[in-house]
């Protein structure tokens, strides 16, 4: 039987990875974030503009950081193969990316 999602599972996945908010840092959750999408089996079109969304909220909700804070980033892959990708940290306002798996 042939995998639901190509490149992975089919079954729902999470993954979470705790970063300090510092730009350097920010960008291995934005990295993650495209080869998470693209381990999930969206186009290399669609995990570049994930990680370019991912970038642009984590950007925003570590404006407002408190001083050694961290970014929490949590990546799901639903049953139909959409991604949901949350981002926190102290003092920062959370972001949510959702991306729906086209067909």
Do not use: Q, W, Y
């Amino acid at each position: 039987m042939a995998d639901a999602h190509p490149g992975g599972a089919d079954v729902p996945l999470t993954l979470r990875l705790s970063v300090p908010v510092t730009a350097g840092f920010r960008a291995i959750g934005t990295a993650l974030a495209g080869k998470f999408a693209r381990a999930s089996g969206f186009s290399e079109e669609d995990a570049t503009r994930i990680e370019r969304d991912v970038a642009r909220a984590a950007d925003r909700t570590a404006g407002a950081a408190r001083d050694g804070a961290n970014l929490d980033i949590e990546l799901t892959r639903g049953d139909a193969g959409d991604l949901e990708i949350s981002i926190r940290c102290a003092g920062g306002e959370p972001a949510m990316v959702r991306v729906a798996r086209s067909s």
